[in-house]
Structures are given as structure tokens and as C-alpha cells.
């Protein structure tokens, strides 16, 4: 039976027994420690965070917005298009009218955010 990149087809052929048996696993899907090493972010000397994490980390924001609903039954409107905005984190619904968010502001901004479209219909004001 052939072998094919590593796998060797166990039975008649791959058509009629889909099971396969790999030679040599670790050479096939492990990386080596130092290479593993490479994809984690680096601590810096004074035990904080790589710059490049700390700069992901500082573009996360949280701002409060106050929306003209006429009840709290249409809540679910403005959470449903904030959270489909791609950027926004989270949205978190509390009291009758008001909203957490939470957002990337390297990805988006909040005045893109309360430029949403709903909010022509539901005026909102950041509080």
C-alpha cells in the first residue's frame, strides 16, 4: 500500500476504509519547543507585557450611551445591531435605557458607533 505524505491507508484503499495511520505523528503535526516559544508574546524585563500586547490591550474602551426607547422591550433592537458592528465586544443592557459597550477603538470609533443607523430613530447621547 502506498504512502501518502506521512499516512498510510489501513485496508484495501482510502475509498472503502477512510481510516489512516501516520508513521511518524510528531513529525507531522508538533512544532519543536523553540518554535513554540515564537508564538507567544514575550514578557518584558519588569515582568509586564510586550509593547505590542499592551497596545491591544489599551485600544479596548467602555463608554455609556442613554437611547430614547420608547420602552425597554425595544432594548433588543439597539443591542442587536450594536453587537453586528465589528469592532464592538460586548453590549451590556441595564436600567430602561441604557447601554454599555465595550469596543476595539483601533477597529472602530465612538462616533462611528453612535452614527449607527437605529439611532436616527432612537436618538442617543453618550452619558
Known amino acids: 500500500m502506498p504512502i501518502i505524505g506521512g499516512i498510510k ?12 495511520q501516520c508513521d511518524t505523528p510528531t513529525e507531522v503535526f508538533s512544532k519543536t ?3 513554540q516559544n515564537n508564538d507567544l ?19 479596548i474602551e467602555t463608554f455609556d450611551i442613554s437611547v430614547d426607547l420608547p420602552c425597554s422591550g425595544h432594548a433588543f433592537l439597539v443591542t442587536g445591531d450594536l453587537e453586528k458592528l465589528k469592532g464592538v465586544r460586548s453590549v451590556e443592557f441595564y436600567s430602561s435605557n441604557k447601554f454599555k459597550i465595550k469596543f476595539d477603538s ?5 462616533a462611528q458607533i453612535l452614527g449607527l443607523d437605529i439611532f436616527k430613530t432612537y436618538k442617543a447621547t453618550e452619558i
Open 9 to 20: 491507508p489501513i485496508g484495501n484503499s482510502v475509498a472503502q476504509n477512510s481510516a489512516v
Open 33 to 35: 519547543s523553540s518554535e
Open 41 to 59: 508574546p514575550k514578557n518584558t524585563p519588569d515582568g509586564g507585557l510586550s509593547t505590542q500586547t499592551q497596545i491591544v490591550s489599551n485600544s
Open 106 to 110: 483601533s477597529m472602530i470609533s465612538r
